[in-house]
């Protein structure tokens, strides 16, 4: 940099600095008078008690200050958790190209929710006609929502706090895709696909579910997203599998992990911020959302053993990809059920899911033969299935009085209509995007890896 | 002169120093190195998926040595990277035409 550069440079910099100190002076003296104030109150408490109440309000702060918490525990979960749990699991040529999924989806969805995803999914300006498929569009761009106004379906704490804490959820749902199709898929194209998917795929269903639509009328059970997050990402994950077909050289090249303790943080994260996704989801700091906590922490270590013992037995190994794994499909099958089992319901779901999960992992998509690269499909498809399912067997009205008439048929129709929505709606998403830009890589770009091809960078040797 | 090329495995390496310094030997080249041998390489499972890991890390050692002192190096490498299980290595004794001191210009034995 040249000398005048610099000090060009420096100039500017103190001019900034001399505008900031003048702003700040009035900022310190309306400090000062609003420090005054509470003194004055308290100097006249009788004159306070005599003047007609305020409207109470209905927030609770014990609610807010759990819910803000939760919202940040969950978007941990995906960056950096997911990204990372993902980022050890690839080749080293594609571990950028992975992370980079994983935020760029955090920017992509926070974006489209603040536009038009928290509208559609989560508000209903008419309560004489319940939006049955899709909610209002009066809240785009929030508009409408300030700080003292609250959504029906959680009316104890900021619409703010509601929304940008149903933002985190609707970001890791789409993260969780990208394992299906990891190595292979370009990043113009995932981006397309993800925004789309977006508004055609997610915003519905969790309308559908939790947004005052249809599956939430006929009863489903699911408190935080068994079949919203878990089935309806393993499905969209399994349609892009298929789609994009195998990675160049699968079956003859060795894809192994490059980097597991990378996948241990990710993990670790993951269970962590899994308390701000399944205790959040009472949307209440109380003891439901202690339930979920327990049920939570019970589920995800039985289903770490189940794996890794069912492995050790199988091949001889007890693995530290496969209790990570094992882990990972208790929190997937838990989560519906966090808010609705008791502990022992919370242990079988997480055994069942551990070995069910490393089946559909290690056995089934060998049988069937698609390339679900990290697994979307078998943890997440299949473990949401597992635990939405059993969440109807074991639901304990003790526990959360709507579980009062579970059953495994209400589950089955919440499921099903989940899938075949999921599953058709990614498919035709996929040839539009396939249509606008392709969805891979050259062959010789997948073969140099992701992360030099689509983005010029690679990891230090 | 010789030049001794010694593949070890990479746990052997102190205990090979310390046997090459006791005879005073005071220079090596050490190089991180896949290959395999006899012992073949070995398999990964990850979710059920098996690997074959043919190459294994070794590392190569280059010693350059008078013609006198090359059989006690060698018995020395033997000895000191020695465990007794496959894997444990090879050592290879070369001819060596010409050493240069790059320092100093020094040639020939007084180089080494």
């Known amino acids: 940099m040249t000398p005048t550069r610099t000090t060009k440079l420096l100039g500017i910099a103190s001019l900034a600095a001399l505008a900031a100190l003048a702003l700040a002076v009035p900022a310190l003296a309306q400090d000062a008078s609003t420090a005054a104030a509470p003194a004055v109150a308290a100097a006249a408490p009788a004159a306070a008690a005599a003047a007609p109440a305020a409207p109470a309000s209905p927030l609770n702060s014990g609610d807010t200050a759990w819910m803000l918490t939760s919202m940040a525990l969950v978007l941990m979960m995906t960056i950096p958790g997911l990204g990372l749990f993902y980022g050890g699991m690839v080749r080293k040529k594609n571990v950028l190209a992975t992370v980079m999924q994983s935020f760029a989806i955090t920017c992509v969805v926070t974006v489209l929710w603040y536009l038009i995803g928290y509208s559609i999914a989560f508000t209903n300006d008419d309560p004489s006609k319940p939006g049955t498929f899709i909610g209002s569009f009066a809240h785009i761009m929030l508009a409408g929502i300030g700080v003292n106004s609250v959504n029906p379906l959680a009316g104890t704490i900021p619409e703010y706090v509601f929304s940008a804490f149903q933002m985190t959820f609707a970001i890791i749902t789409p993260a969780l895709i990208c394992g299906a199709f990891a190595e292979r898929m370009k990043f113009s194209a995932l981006l397309i696909f993800m925004t789309l998917w977006l508004l055609f795929v997610y915003a519905p269903i969790a309308h559908w579910v939790w947004g005052g639509g249809f599956l939430g009328g006929l009863g489903v059970l699911g408190i935080a997203g068994g079949t919203v997050v878990h089935i309806n990402a393993g499905v969209a994950g399994l349609v892009c599998a298929l789609v994009l077909g195998k990675r160049k050289g699968f079956g003859s090249t060795n894809m192994a992990p490059h980097n597991l303790v990378l996948t241990f943080i990710g993990a670790g994260l993951l269970w962590v911020g899994w308390f701000g996704f399944n205790a959040g989801s009472a949307v209440a700091a109380n003891g439901l959302a202690g339930a979920a906590m327990m049920n939570t922490q019970v589920a995800t270590a039985a289903a770490g053993l189940a794996w890794m013992f069912t492995e050790w037995a199988v091949v001889k190994k007890p693995s530290v990809l496969g209790i990570l794994s094992g882990a990972v499909a208790g929190l997937v099958a838990v989560t519906p059920a966090s808010g609705f089992v008791n502990p022992t319901g919370a242990f079988i779901i997480g055994i069942v899911a551990g070995i069910g999960c490393y089946y559909a992992a290690a056995h089934l998509k060998k049988m069937l033969g698609y390339d679900d690269s990290l697994d979307a499909f078998g943890v997440h498809g299949i473990g949401g299935i597992i635990g939405a399912l059993l969440t109807g067997v074991f639901a304990d009205p003790a526990i959360n009085s709507l579980g009062q008439n579970h059953s495994i048929i209400t589950q089955i129709e919440g499921i099903v209509v989940t899938i075949v929505w999921t599953a058709v709606v990614s498919w035709i998403i996929l040839m539009i995007t396939k249509l606008l830009v392709g969805l891979r890589p050259s062959e010789s770009e997948e073969e140099e890896g992701l992360d030099i091809s689509q983005h010029g960078e690679s990891v230090a040797e | ?112």
Do not use: C, W
């Open chain 2, 1 to 112: 002169m010789k030049l001794v090329v010694a593949i070890i495995k990479p746990s052997r390496l102190e205990e090979v120093r310390q046997a090459l310094n006791s005879l005073d030997v005071h220079g090596m080249t050490v190089t991180e190195v896949k290959g395999y041998g006899r012992q073949k390489g070995h398999s990964e499972i990850y979710r059920g998926t098996e690997y074959a890991v043919h190459f294994l890390p070794k590392l190569k050692i280059e010693i350059a040595v008078d013609d006198a002192q090359a059989d006690a190096v060698t018995q020395a490498i033997r000895d000191s990277a020695q465990t007794g299980r496959i894997g444990d290595g090879k050592i290879f004794v070369f001819d060596l035409e010409h050493v240069t001191r790059i320092r100093t210009g020094e040639t020939g034995t007084a180089a080494l």
